[in-house]
């Protein structure tokens, strides 16, 4: 193939792509609710996490990661079972402060999302 041919067939693969593309597009993981929710107090010393995506998640490639400041503190395993698109952990013995909730799920589409959760743990 020419070098003109090849351009050509790389902009035809990558319009076929582009069209093919939006229903995946519409399949990455964005978050709905989550407990804590954003900004909020919860009374620790013991804290269950519960984030609802929009979609299904491979759980077993998703992560749970709690912060204090840029500071990883514990990894949080996921929970097995309970309903596809929500992932489930539980955080315990957390002292009262600011703490981050650290998120990367594998949404079936083969795509990861990310966030942050902040929230405050206060004297139960
Ligand atoms: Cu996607």
């Given at each position: 193939m020419s070098i003109r041919l090849s351009a050509l067939f790389a902009i035809a693969l990558t319009a076929a792509l582009a069209l093919w593309s939006p229903d995946r597009a519409q399949a990455h993981a964005i978050i709905v609710n989550s407990s804590p929710s954003v900004g909020t107090e919860v009374p620790g010393p013991d804290v269950a996490v519960s984030l609802h995506y929009n979609n299904r998640i491979d759980k077993a490639r998703s992560r749970l990661t709690l912060m204090i400041g840029e500071q990883p503190l514990v990894k949080l395993p996921i929970e097995d079972?309970?309903?596809?698109?929500v992932i489930t952990a539980k955080a315990t013995g957390l002292a009262p402060g600011a703490y981050r909730l650290r998120w990367q799920v594998l949404a079936l589409d083969g795509h990861i999302t990310r966030g942050e959760i902040p929230f405050t743990v206060t004297a139960p």
């Open positions: 079972g309970g309903a596809p698109d």
